[in-house]
């Protein structure tokens, strides 16, 4: 019953920090466009380092007992599956539909097909740091707080830079803390899954990561970096290179506190 207790109180945790955008609910338009500039850049070098400062190499670490070929074919998975979704989207975006003779939304009031990708991307991200906690629970308290403080750490800057990148795709405000929170909660239903069924799940999870890496690798090099290379401004594009680069830094800190 405490393993219950215990990774449902850390996975609500982890779905909390999902709220951190409401800190830029006081800042005006033109202040909240600046920090969206500087927080799509920082994505990039956010979801780049994550990828591969993170969930690469802890999918082809010795723990893992799946081939190498299989988290290469999961990679790719992630890839072609994020890219035939962002095609239906994109046709759904510019189409619209009818219901009852009335069009629905239209491409000009919709929120841009970048902004469903992430909340799948990130909710596919957050199921597994859900069964990542509560599988360290499982192994005793101490393995599954040191995990959780490991997410909860991590979740920061990703948090951060999702909710940029909902505003940045015509998400209202509002909108956008809340869908972000329902991305994040999918933690809360990873570690039910994990207590409901033990261990069964802990042979998929290399599989799970590496899918959700695809994912990732996509949303920033097709979408993420075609946006910043409109930028013509020299001093503008340095400032996306040291956006990047602080995006890459955070990630490699977060390997001296996990």
């Known amino acids: 019953m405490n393993v219950w207790i215990y990774s449902l109180l850390a996975v609500g945790v982890v779905s909390l920090i999902s709220f951190i955008g409401l800190f830029t609910l006081s800042f005006k338009e033109k202040t909240l466009r600046r920090l969206i500039f500087f927080i799509v850049s920082l994505s990039v070098g956010a979801l780049f380092g994550d990828v591969f400062i993170h969930l690469l190499p802890s999918v082809f670490s010795e723990e893992n007992n799946l081939a190498p070929f299989i988290i290469s074919l999961s990679i790719l998975a992630g890839l072609i599956f994020f890219f035939v979704l962002e095609k239906f989207l994109l046709w759904r975006h510019r189409h619209g539909h009818f219901e009852e003779g009335i069009e629905s939304r ?5 929120p841009k097909p970048l902004g469903v990708m992430v909340l799948f991307a990130d909710g596919v991200h957050n199921f597994i740091d859900g069964v990542l906690i509560t ?3 499982l192994v005793s308290p101490a393995v599954g707080l040191a995990t959780a403080l ?5 979740e920061i800057p990703q948090e951060i830079s999702d909710f940029g990148l909902l505003l940045h795709s015509g998400f209202s405000r509002s ?3 809340w869908f972000n929170f329902l991305s994040a909660f999918m933690a809360v239903f990873g570690a039910i899954l994990v207590l409901v069924l033990g261990g069964a ?4 999870t290399p599989a799970a990561i590496a899918f959700a890496a695809g994912g990732f690798i996509y949303i920033a090099g097709s979408d993420l970096v075609p946006e910043l290379q409109k930028e013509t401004n020299p001093r503008k594009s340095i400032g996306q290179v040291f ?16």
Request: net charge negative; proline share 0%; aromatic share 12%.
């Open 135 to 137: 599988a360290g629970f």
């Open 150 to 154: 490991a997410v909860i750490l991590h």
């Open 175 to 177: 909108r956008a803390l």
């Open 243 to 258: 956006s990047i680069l602080i995006g890459f830094g955070l990630m490699f800190l977060l390997l001296l506190v996990e």
């Open 201 to 204: 799940l802990a042979d998929f």
């Open 106 to 110: 239209t491409h000009d009031h919709s």
